[in-house]
């Protein structure tokens, strides 16, 4: 077994689209970022190559390559799984937690779910996404931008 751990942040901002888990949410700002910002994905994608001592995404998909300029955080994470399939490992299980004040997550997870457990070509039972605020305290409750972290375990094929 190996286990890696994932973080993510990106600052909120006006004139983007608001796409968390490969979910286009529908909210007033959107995440600024070289690629979608995808923060929930891009957390996974770091615990996943995290737990195969493979890097993080800076290193597999460097925002100084034009390449990835606003490109989905689902490609990149399909990149991941044919580094995975690579490897003597799958995914056992993922558990996720979305740091934002607003919008609200909830009735958005189960779509997230469904996209990273088609990809990543797992049940979307072993796939976890919770979402919390922070009380309106820190960069998160200010909504000024928003975070996310992802364990994942994987196994031997």
Known sequence: MRIGIGYD???LVKDRKLIIGGVDIPYEKGLLGHSDADVLIHAIMD????ALGQGDIGKHFPD????YKDISSIVLLEK???ILLKSKYKVGNIDCVIVAQKPKMESYIEAMK????????ISSKNINIKATTTEQLGFEG????????SVCLLFEK
């Open 9 to 11: 942040v990106h600052k």
């Open 142 to 149: 200010r909504e000024e931008g928003i975070s996310a972290y």
């Open 114 to 121: 469904n996209n990273i457990s088609e990809i990543l070509n």
């Open 47 to 50: 615990s996943i190559l995290g």
């Open 64 to 67: 100084t390559d034009d390449a």
């Open 80 to 82: 991941v799984y044919e």
